[in-house]
């Protein structure tokens, strides 16, 4: 029941910041754990991080953490990811992700997806 589309990708130099964000549609949103997922090209989709139905916990995976956060808004039914000290191999299209059960790793393990943003990190 929950629509999402994705914004804020785009061409940096390594070292910099992004912050990409996740509009959501829906009466339910509030009601879902979130995630971010990254897919590089000819590579598996691979977890980034979650975030509560509150957003008060958060996880992520090993090579982001210290680097990017994740938060969420649900006045504004949306959910960001703040990126920084981007290197290289972060270079992915990064999609967002809800589910119901917090923390999921597995891309299967959510219900709804957007169509991804595009970042790219030149060294």
């Known amino acids: 029941q929950v629509q999402l589309v994705e914004s804020g990708g785009g061409l940096v130099q390594a070292g910099a910041s992004l912050r990409l964000s996740c509009a959501a549609s829906g009466r339910t949103f509030s009601n879902y754990a979130m995630g971010w997922f990254r897919q590089a090209p000819e590579k598996e989709r691979e977890f980034v991080a979650a975030i509560s139905r509150a957003g008060a916990i958060t996880r992520y995976a090993d090579s982001v953490k210290g680097r990017f956060t994740i938060s969420r808004d649900n006045a504004k039914n949306a959910v960001y990811l703040q990126m920084s000290s981007l290197k290289p191999g972060d270079t992915a299209v990064y999609y967002c992700?809800?589910?119901?059960?917090?923390?999921?790793?597995?891309?299967?393990?959510?219900?709804?997806w957007g169509q991804g943003t595009q970042v790219t990190v030149s060294s």
């Open positions: 992700a809800a589910g119901g059960i917090f923390g999921a790793q597995a891309a299967p393990q959510y219900d709804y």
